[in-house]
């Protein structure tokens, strides 16, 4: 009995790891940013497409997250990934038509936007953003497996859908909007940077030539740490160039969340076992940098 339930408690615990809830931060930052910035300039907030906008996003993410699996398991990489949803399931096809029937609804959701504003812009910005996020892990591009994928994220998540979710506020694009999105492209980036840190082995195995397989730990631990200073120092740079309000200097109250993912890194870069956890620190950056400074647009506007 006792034997049942540990194996019923480690199950559902790899299966929260498949389905990796934390990193579903990733659709509502962008989402949330550009349309803070918007309500900043314009003073108009279109709740019925934030909120459209905002499932579409986060069924775009679980597509791509079970997409992830199943090529992932063609080219054999994830042969040690217990939390893999294919190795959970055995059954690679029916992970395969979830992923689909995720993606045509995230779709479908788009398509309501692009209706209700009359307008494609947001629906084209969105299917290009998704044709990346494809070339980054699907055949025969696999743009991840040469390093390429910290670039596709940082375009994918930072201007296109920044500008995605400005335009679908205020059908029109803005600087400030471009100037945020360097920022939250930036802290997304930093995680998929860290995801690699613990995955060397797997990925030199499988011809994966990660950011981290080809510069080493060391020097990725120095590179997490200027990068993740440059948040904060991009942020000062546009109070300085009056592109953000100064409000935006709140995303200072996650320094602490800073500090403590590149100590992380850099104390634990060469142990495998350990530094994994760095993905979910970089998550918590990423999340209370985006609130955090999208709270420093609104403000001024509310108060
Ligand atoms: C699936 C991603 C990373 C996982 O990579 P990896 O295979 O190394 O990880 P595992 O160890 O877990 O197997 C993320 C990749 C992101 C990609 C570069 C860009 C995706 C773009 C999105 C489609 C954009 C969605 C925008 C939306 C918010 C409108
Ligand atoms: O599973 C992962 O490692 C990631 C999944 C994901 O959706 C994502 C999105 C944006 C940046 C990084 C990541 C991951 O690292």
Redesign the pocket.
Known sequence: MATTSYIDKSRRKLWLAAI?PP?YS?AIIPITMGTAVAFAETNRFHQEIFFAFLGAAILI?AW??LS?DVFDSETGIDKNKAESVVNLTGNKTLVFWISNLLLGLGILGIISIAWLQQDGMVLGIVLLCCALGYSYQGPPFRLGYQGLGEII?FVT?GPLAIAAAYYSQAKTFSLMGLAASAIIGLS??I??FC?HFHQVEDDLAAGKRSPIVRMGTARGSQVLAWSTASLFAFTVLFVLLRVFPVSTLLIFGSLPLANRLVRHVQQHHDNPEIVRTC?FLAVNLHFVSGILLALGFVLPRLL
Do not use: A, D, H, Y
Request: charged letters at 15%; hydrophobic letters at 45%; aromatic letters at 6%.
């Open positions: 990796k990193m990733v993410i791509l997250n992830n994220c998540f997304t980036s995680i998929l995801s993905k």
